[in-house]
């Protein structure tokens, strides 16, 4: 591919014109002997066949196209004379179009055995050519040497010079040779330009492969076009103030960290900055005609500028250290880039690079050396609206996440002070939960984020049923997938809400955190109702501090799993905690508790622990305050049913048959319940009022009972004396029985 | 009716006294609370349950602890409550920290308050580690002591304190249940230069209290027996001797003897009964009630890591972990 394209160019070149310069760009197996040649010439078009085998035959195979360097062919002397504006005419133009295309390609290898071979012939015949004519001599100055050539060396070659190979230290002074236009230093040592100032008609110079340290000694070489300073050590781009009309300039293979002082060349075309030490594109503006700009093997994290560059078509970048588009997203305002490379960089690694390249750069023809297809465009902004919808979602989830975490944290922290506060004073139950505006639209997403598959529902009028996620400042609510978790003592009242009967039926775990367990135990029989499903329970900062608290878990439907955290629940220190739970909890035949697997075993060292303790309650406690202790549960029972009655029946009814499934189930630690410390509180406050009440009631009553009593034992006391006394009495009234009967008999008479 | 006290005392005080108005109270009171229930199943039948519980001792259960220490009778039955309910968790021979003995004494009494839990913890562990582990015996005789007497206890705090400080005691008004002050221990420097008290004077302070002391207090004879072994002796030295001596538990007539704490036969059987109706469970516990019991009477627990720790913290106390002589007592 690479050679026919490299045919059909100067092909093409030479057909069209009369005149041509051609470019020839040879790129070596080894990487800094690639080689460019360039070549001026006046062929006519039937001459262009043969031309293009000749340079054919003398380009050496190439692997890497870092090392161009464009140098004039010494075998065509012949043919390659024009006139001056038509050299640096056509050498402007044709140069552009060869250049390019070949620039492009110059890096991708290119194997052709057959041109190796070539390459010996060309380095035994080439270069020497020129060399065997010229005389090399010691000058009168001590280090450099004065160069003469013979006059018919001068007429044949008279506007170029090549000094190839010619182990230079230093640059020889030039004489007589005012109207040289080429000059090629190639692979000598020279470490300083000197003294060719007087070449001021010079248009090319190549010092590829030399030890130049710094750009200097070219203030006068005005009309300079193409400056190929290839594999040097140069440092620094300096000094190029008065080449106003460079075309080409060759910097690849430097040391190079920093691209500067290349603003005034307006008439840059080519710039080759590759295999330097940039770690950053800047500084282009100004470069007006900039069209190609090599960059490849740098260190590269970030372009800019190149928005400012409005001639620039390709653009090659392979192998930086670009990760991210944003870091080259001025590309994306070029609108005369056509090509550009990226594969060597970690960004062409990423899943979205083609896409995101395509859909931002539409004016791109070439990617990585490949055309760019319609079909790939379309894809690619698929691609793109489907990434963009994606990071959209992820953000909003991420947005979500921290606002959640946001709000757990302010929920921790409120817990804490009111965990502080009830150490210090008494529990407070009128905390305020202030709920804050929600966001409909994020509730929204968080809800199509919970439950993806229900997101067919939304409209269907219970999108404020399904509320998957809503955050206040006080509390979260949240489910995601099988688990409800709720944050914060006022999310308790989420269960107030309607949910859905699929959302609440797929709820089969439910957290608690930084929820007072006896505000917990109030919404139980909610919890119960809502989410029949529930069979994992997860308690964490929730103040579980008594084995007693377990006993109010027993009046829920079923659970197989139960998770305390020890964080915040000081009763999972004790020993007994799971005994107990399983003792208290056995009707549900519980199967995992924090975690590990309940053995029977473990069953049987409940039982042993605790089922005296459940025999004692029930069998020894007086039938009437068993009766009302069950009664109390049982009434509590009832007492919500009442409230929920006529909204529900026929729950209210499978409720009813579970409440005495359950009551049935085990009366003899149905006993053993909780009641919430306020509520016993409240209890405690009540029975202290009926006792003082019964207190003063017994008083009276003892009292009247005593003083009856004391009075009935004075009438004992007295009760014989009194006796004697009456009949004493009776005794000496009828002790004379003549006057008694007299009495008698008056008496009688008297009432008649 | 006709105990020759009855005639010294006008009809209410006595009855006081004897706690029977506390007793109508607390019936009438239960009444009132279960009115329905009761009516449904007459008010005779009320009265006979409740003084026949009230002296079986099982109507203490779940009540309210203002109820529970209102009389030596109720305090007792609580007692014997508890040891009847846990002793189960003793066999099995766990120790336990003080706050879980406060849960278990919460299972049966709500509002049981944790300082009293506390006091009877500071008895077994002789300092102020209270998150050390106890043996279920020296727990529940400690507590037996600090439950029982709490008020004398008190009372004996204040006249150690006193003879510390080098006062009179008898001059002095005894408080009797705002002594919170006087329930710090004396400084550690001191205690160990002085060791406590004097015995005899300490001795003879006590019998002035028992004397004149309303609430119920241990019988004199035995508590100068205690006193009469030793020279000096602290007042949390006293307290461990009290609830060792097993006189004074048999006076107070809660629990059995130490040997025998372990021992309910009736219990037991209910509890093997029990375990054959544990869901699932397969004839080994039932078919095998001797292979079943196994576990909890294991000698691997008594050798158990912190095993050694315990026996080092409580030093003082002279107290083995009782497990020995359970084992000694159940075979």
């Not at chain 1, 394209?5 to 100067?10: A, I, P």
């Not at chain 1, 890096?107 to 010229?134: E, F, L, Y």
Request: overall charge neutral; glycine content about 4%.
């Amino acid at each position: 591919m690479i050679p026919g394209k490299y045919r059909s160019v100067s092909g093409r070149a030479a057909n069209n014109v009369n005149c041509g310069l051609h470019l020839v760009i040879q790129t070596s197996s080894l990487p800094e002997k690639s080689k460019v040649e360039f070549k001026l010439n006046k062929e006519t078009p039937s001459f262009s066949g043969r031309l293009l085998q000749h340079d054919l035959e003398r380009n050496y195979s190439s692997r890497q196209g870092d090392g161009r360097v464009i140098s004039p062919s010494p075998r065509n002397k012949s043919s390659c004379i024009s006139s001056t504006t038509n050299v640096t005419e056509l050498c402007g133009l044709e140069m552009k179009t060869a250049m390019s295309s070949l620039s492009a390609f110059g890096d991708s290898s290119i194997q052709t055995p057959s041109k190796s071979r070539i390459r010996q012939g060309c380095h035994s015949a080439g270069p020497n050519v020129s060399g065997d004519h010229i005389t090399l001599a010691s000058s009168s100055m001590p280090s450099f040497p004065i160069l003469q050539r013979s006059s018919e060396e001068k007429i044949l070659y008279s506007d170029r010079l090549t000094l190839e190979r010619q182990k230079l230290t230093v640059c020889p002074i030039i004489d007589g040779e005012e109207h040289l236009r080429l000059l090629n230093f190639q692979h000598n040592f020279i470490t300083r330009i000197q003294n060719i100032s007087n070449l001021q008609r010079l248009i090319f110079l190549d010092l590829y492969d030399n030890q130049i340290e710094e750009i200097s000694g070219l203030s006068t070489l005005r009309s300079l076009r193409v400056l190929l300073l290839g594999k040097n050590r140069i440092k620094k781009i300096s000094n190029l103030e008065n080449l106003k009309s460079l075309d080409v300039l060759d910097l690849h293979g430097n040391q190079i960290t920093k691209i500067e002082n290349v603003g005034h060349l307006c008439d840059l075309r080519v710039l080759n900055l590759a295999r330097n030490l940039l770690s950053h594109v800047d500084n282009l503006s100004g470069l007006d005609s900039l069209t190609e700009l090599n960059l490849r093997h740098n260190q590269i994290t970030f372009v800019r500028d190149v928005d400012n560059l409005p001639c620039l078509q390709r653009l090659f970048l392979s192998f930086n250290n670009i990760s991210t588009f944003e870091s080259v997203c001025c590309l994306a305002d070029s609108s005369s880039l056509s090509d550009i490379t990226f594969d060597g960089n970690p960004i062409a690694q990423e899943s979205w690079y083609k896409h995101t390249i395509l859909q931002n750069m539409t004016q791109l023809r070439q990617l990585d050396m490949k055309r760019v297809t319609e079909e790939e465009r379309r894809m690619a902004s698929v691609a793109a609206k489907k990434e963009e919808e994606k990071k959209r979602e992820s953000h909003k989830q991420s947005l979500l996440k921290e606002k959640k975490r946001l709000t757990i944290n302010n929920v921790a922290r409120k817990w804490d002070l009111q965990q502080h506060r009830i150490s210090s004073i008494a529990p407070n139950q009128d905390r305020k939960v202030s709920d804050c505006p929600q966001d409909p639209s994020q509730l929204r997403g968080s809800t199509v984020s919970a439950f993806p598959e229900e997101t067919g529902s939304l409209d269907s009028g219970l999108t404020s049923a399904l509320q998957g996620l809503s955050v206040t400042d006080t509390h979260l609510v949240e489910v995601d997938g099988d688990t409800l978790s709720l944050y914060g003592s006022g999310a308790l009242e989420s269960l107030d809400r309607n949910w859905s009967v699929q959302t609440a039926g797929m709820v089969t775990t439910v957290s608690f955190t930084f929820i007072e367990f006896d505000e917990i135990v109030q919404v139980l029989p909610k919890l119960k109702i809502k989410f029949p499903n529930s069979l994992h329970l997860k308690f964490k900062e929730t103040n579980l501090v008594m084995l007693q608290q377990f006993n109010a878990l027993a009046q829920l439907r079923r659970v197989d799993q139960l998770t305390v955290d020890p964080q915040g629940n000081p009763v999972v220190n004790f020993t007994l905690w799971k005994y107990y739970v399983l003792f208290r909890l056995s009707h549900f035949s519980m199967q995992k508790i924090n975690g590990t697997e309940v053995t029977q075993n473990d069953m049987i060292m409940a039982e042993r622990l605790f089922g005296i303790l459940a025999h004692v309650a029930s069998s020894e406690l007086p039938q009437y305050r068993l009766i009302s202790i069950l009664g109390d549960a049982r009434k509590k029972q009832f007492r919500y049913l009442l409230e929920t009655k006529g909204k529900k029946p026929g729950l209210v009814n499978e409720e009813n048959s579970d409440s005495k499934r359950l009551v049935g189930e085990n009366t003899n630690r149905a006993t053993l319940n909780y009641t919430t410390r306020d509520f016993y509180n409240e209890r405690l406050e009540e029975i202290k009022e009926k006792k003082k009440f019964c207190k003063m009631y017994m008083e009276d009553l003892v009292k009247e009972a005593t003083e009856i009593n004391m009075k009935n034992e004075a009438l004992q006391k007295l009760w014989p004396q009194m006796f004697i006394e009456l009949v004493r009495d009776a005794v000496i009234e009828i002790r004379n029985k003549n006057s008694y009967m007299k009495l008698c008999l008056q008496q009688i008479t008297d009432q008649k | 009716m006709l105990s020759p006290e009855r005639l010294a005392l006008p009809d209410y005080e006595y009855l006081a006294q004897r706690h029977v108005l506390t007793y109508m109270e607390d019936a009438v009171c239960q009444l009132l609370e279960n009115k329905e229930d009761i009516s449904q199943y007459g008010v005779a039948r009320f009265f006979t349950e409740y003084f026949n519980s009230v002296c079986q001792g099982t109507h203490i259960l779940f009540r309210e602890f203002s109820f529970i220490q209102a009389t030596p009778h109720n305090r007792a039955s609580f007692l014997r409550a508890f040891w009847k309910c846990f002793r189960t968790v003793g066999k099995n021979g766990d120790l336990l920290t003080m706050r879980e003995y406060h849960c278990l004494l919460q299972l049966l009494c709500p509002d049981f308050p944790l300082e009293l839990t506390q006091k009877a913890a500071r008895i077994v562990l002789m300092d102020d580690a209270m998150d050390c582990l106890m043996s279920f015996s020296d727990f529940l005789f400690a507590f037996q002591i600090q439950f029982y007497y709490s008020e004398f206890l008190e009372s004996v705090a204040a006249i150690y304190q006193d003879l510390l400080a080098g006062k009179n005691p008898n001059t002095v008004i005894v408080p009797t249940s705002s002594s919170g002050q006087h329930r710090q221990r004396p400084p550690l420097g001191e205690a160990s230069m002085l060791e406590g008290v004097e015995a005899s004077q300490f001795s003879q302070c006590l019998e002035n209290l028992c004397d004149r002391h309303k609430y119920s207090c241990p019988p004199p004879a035995l508590v100068k027996e205690v006193l009469s072994n030793v020279q000096r002796l602290t007042f949390y030295g006293f307290l461990v001797a009290l609830s060792k001596h097993h006189g004074i538990n048999q006076a107070l007539g809660a629990l059995p003897d130490k040997g025998d704490l372990m021992h309910d036969p009736a219990m037991d059987e209910e509890l093997e009964r029990l375990l054959a109706q544990v869901p699932g469970l397969v004839n080994s516990a039932t078919a095998n009630p001797e292979a079943g019991c196994l576990p909890s009477r294991t000698p691997p627990r008594v050798g158990s890591p912190w095993r050694p720790l315990h026996h080092a913290r409580k030093v003082d106390a002279e107290s083995d972990g009782s497990t020995e002589e359970t084992d000694e007592s159940e075979t």
